[in-house]
């Protein structure tokens, strides 16, 4: 199983403004290759590990220096966060394929799902994928339920 | 302008929009007739429940035997590992404390996915304030905003 440790809130709105630059950047210039990278970095943190986030790595060596220690009860999940960037995965893989082969309005509409999820994760704060990590558990709940404190 | 700013824009409006809707309904006091037709809010909330969670919140209503203690009993629904809920949970334990006649509880919902529907409850936090037969006076989505949620338990706790 993983072993991600609580994520910083900070550290992850951080992380969706700049895929939301990367995503804008997809919409307007249709560019399938920028779909295509974030694509990439959506999938090594759904599926390897939020710790493999660039920009993540980034936040942690400019950022949160300058910030207050983030208290302990403080930190989020990894479990919804790691399903949001699947979700995000989802639709930045079908918009690469939309733009690589031509099916641009396929590609946009994809793009922009995308686009709306991370901007009202960057601006808000407010995480789609995360809800719908909530739904899916609830309606196929985990096997072990963990333990109250 | 190319299709792709058209879009972009749009997408911007769009988040915008729905972001500030979001944030004007997180914490807004909805009362039962306001919601799911007449039924909520009329009889006990134990009477519309499965028999095992009836007695989780009877027991969180009336802990003491039958004597009810305490005029308004604010059930929190949270999550784990939920941010808005530790802020609902600091706020809404810090008003039981000075209000004697208030009493706050709080269930996670990742313990009890199944209570969700019954409660209609679909994103944490929310808190239900219940009278002490359970009757349910007030809900409130997000965090409660605490002047708001003075102003609703007044009729009730004085």
Wanted: with cysteine; hydrophobic share 40%.
């Amino acid at each position: 199983m993983s072993t991600d440790h609580p994520v910083d809130p900070r550290g992850v709105r951080f992380t969706a403004w700049i895929t939301s630059g990367v995503l804008s950047v997809g919409l307007v210039t249709g560019s399938w290759r920028v779909l295509a990278a974030q694509t990439a970095l959506f999938a090594l943190c759904a599926f390897v590990g939020l710790r493999m986030n660039p920009w993540g790595q980034l936040y942690r060596k400019t950022l949160r220096s300058h910030l207050r220690e983030l208290p302990e009860e403080q930190g989020e999940d990894p479990g919804p966060v790691r399903f949001a960037q699947g979700v995000g995965f989802a639709f930045t893989l079908l918009a690469t394929v939309g733009y690589a082969t031509g099916w641009t309005t396929f590609g946009v509409v994809t793009n922009a799902l995308a686009l709306a999820a991370a901007l009202l994760n960057a601006a808000f704060g407010y995480c789609l994928g995360c809800r719908l990590y909530l739904l899916v558990r609830r309606l196929a709940p985990a096997g072990s339920p963990t333990e109250s404190h | 302008m190319s299709p792709g700013w058209w879009t972009l824009a749009g997408v911007s409006l769009a988040v915008l929009t729905l972001g500030a809707l979001l944030r004007v309904r997180a914490g807004r006091i909805t009362t039962p007739g306001t919601f799911r037709g007449e039924e909520r809010g009329r009889r006990p909330v134990f009477e519309q429940l499965p028999p095992e969670m009836a007695e989780a919140l009877r027991g969180a209503v009336r802990p003491h035997g039958t004597e009810a203690d305490a005029a308004v009993t604010l059930v929190q629904l949270s999550t784990a590992f939920c941010a808005p809920c530790r802020h609902t949970r600091v706020l809404l334990s810090a008003l039981a404390e000075r209000e004697p006649a208030v009493r706050h509880v709080e269930f996670d919902l990742s313990h009890h996915p199944e209570w969700s529907t019954p409660l209609g409850v679909h994103t944490t936090p929310t808190t239900i304030a219940l009278d002490p037969n359970g009757h349910e006076l007030f809900r409130i989505r997000g965090v409660p905003r605490r002047e708001g949620l003075t102003e609703a338990l007044r009729s009730y706790v004085d």
